[in-house]
């Protein structure tokens, strides 16, 4: 079982969208977490936003993987997120 934790600039990030795309996303991660999230995770070519990044509908989830641990570096819409 894996665990999930939002770096601080996540945080801010996640506060930013719609209440409904929040619920999403956390509903989205538990579903990940529960299972191997590295099955439903796409390795990132960029390693300066991160190293794995999942797809929420529109919105993209950059972390990294420690052990047992995900660690939510980003989250935004896929149009922003990489610039």
Known sequence: MYQYF???KAVGDI???P???QKRIIKKLDFFCSKDP???ACHLKNYELGTYRFRI???RVIFDLEEDRIIIL???HRR???K
């Open 15 to 17: 506060k930013k969208l």
């Open 6 to 8: 939002f770096e601080q």
């Open 57 to 59: 509908g529109d919105y």
């Open 74 to 76: 980003a989250v935004g």
């Open 80 to 82: 922003e997120i990489y």
């Open 38 to 40: 590295l099955i439903f």
């Open 19 to 21: 209440k409904d795309i």
